[in-house]
């Protein structure tokens, strides 16, 4: 049997162990492709329902509504122990010739640091893997993960109203690795954004340690 071959079969082993299912729904479909029913409902973004970027953000792209059938998706991904749907997410984003005009822009790839409670509760680190993510889509270096950092413990978010969350955020992100953010352009990633303060508080670590131009990209925006 040549190597070929032999690639051949196991990919048709694969295939039969684990036959590709929708990303959003499960339902069985061909590769890398939505079923029928999930392709129309992931609309994206039409311009004027794009928010405009925080404070501190020069540039903020979000890939939809966090409605379902994407907020389902993300839900799954981030409590379902399904991290696959994210790597699907961002493979959707990289089908939109904007999104890769927008990603050519930076020089480096920060992910908003997940707290060690949430890695603990999920397996993974969600942010970290949409980053990963685009890394592998268009070869953006990804900074290690220690790069951006939490420097202290926050409250919930979900529990605060915007001005508390400004507050509760203010000086909760430190840069370890100056180096790598002095004089480049950022791009941080996040799975969802409400009031962007998040963003704000990681593009404010960012700037004093030297960065540039600081963008964002989240699959979602509430
Ligand atoms: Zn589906």
């Keep these: 049997m040549t190597a070929e071959s032999a690639r051949l079969k196991l990919h048709r082993m694969g295939w039969w162990l684990a036959p590709p299912r929708c990303p959003?729904?499960?339902r069985p479909v061909l590769p890398r492709q939505l079923c029928a029913d999930c392709a129309p409902l992931l609309k994206r973004l039409e311009l004027g329902q794009r928010p405009s970027p925080?404070?501190?953000v020069d540039r903020l792209y979000c890939g939809w509504r966090y409605r379902d059938p994407v907020q389902a998706a993300i839900l799954r991904m981030k409590f379902g122990h399904r991290p696959?749907?994210?790597e699907n997410l961002v493979l959707a984003l990289f089908s939109r010739q904007d999104f890769y005009t927008f990603a050519a822009?930076?020089?480096?790839?920060?992910?908003i640091p997940s707290t060690a409670k949430e890695r603990r509760g999920r397996g993974y680190d969600v942010p970290r893997l949409l980053g990963r993510g685009i890394w592998a889509a268009c070869g953006l270096p990804l900074?290690?993960?220690?790069?951006l950092?939490?420097?202290r413990e926050?409250?919930?978010q979900v529990d605060l109203d915007g001005e508390q969350r400004r507050a509760n955020l203010r000086g909760a992100y430190g840069v370890q690795r100056a180096q790598l953010v002095e004089g480049k352009a950022v791009l941080l990633v996040d799975d969802v954004t409400t009031t962007g303060s998040t963003l704000t508080e990681a593009a404010r670590a960012l700037r004093q340690a030297g960065a540039r131009y600081v963008g964002a990209v989240t699959l979602a925006t509430a």
Excluded at 105 to 111: H, L, T, V, W
Excluded at 143 to 147: E, K, L, Q
Aim: hydrophobic letters at 35%.
């Design 154 to 156: 926050t409250r919930r």
């Design 143 to 147: 900074a290690p993960a220690d790069t």
């Design 84 to 86: 696959a749907l994210g």
């Design 105 to 111: 822009e930076f020089d480096i790839i920060i992910p």
């Design 54 to 56: 925080p404070e501190g």
């Design 24 to 26: 959003l729904c499960g």
């Design 149 to 151: 950092q939490k420097i």
